[in-house]
């Protein structure tokens, strides 16, 4: 089982990045997947998460109305549209997939992707 996210770069303030995340040796239409992010000397913190059913999509509140997240099944993917980037948005993110609800533990981690704002 393999996730690899990617899409990251340098972008100024305001702009946008798509992050995909592409999974493979997954039934990947059957996961929940969810992405996460770190930045230098804090915690993993949790950014946006979509269900088996797309309609169900989560956000953190810090990006809100900024960050939307979608899926496409045929293609083992899903993507993070990220606009209005902010400097605090600065961070490595990693995509994730859980066997269950985007509440619950996932099961398999990609490598992240490094996402630098620059004001």
């Known amino acids: 089982v393999q996730l690899q996210a990617s899409g990251g770069g340098l972008v100024q303030v305001g702009g946008s990045l798509r992050l995909s995340c592409v999974s493979s040796?997954?039934?990947?239409?059957?996961?929940?997947v969810g992405w996460f992010r770190q930045a230098p000397g804090k915690d993993r913190d949790f950014v946006a998460a979509?269900?088996?059913?797309?309609?169900?999509?989560y956000f953190a509140d810090s990006v809100k109305g900024r960050f939307t997240i979608s899926r496409a099944n045929a293609e083992n993917t899903v993507y993070l549209q990220m606009n209005y980037l902010k400097p605090e948005d600065t961070a490595v993110y990693y995509c994730?997939?859980?066997?269950?609800?985007?509440?619950?533990?996932?099961?398999?981690w990609g490598q992240g992707t490094q996402v630098t704002v620059s004001s």
């Open positions: 994730a997939a859980s066997s269950g609800t985007p509440n619950s533990k996932y099961n398999y």
């Open positions: 979509i269900g088996r059913n797309e309609d169900n999509t």
């Open positions: 040796g997954l039934a990947f239409s059957t996961y929940a």
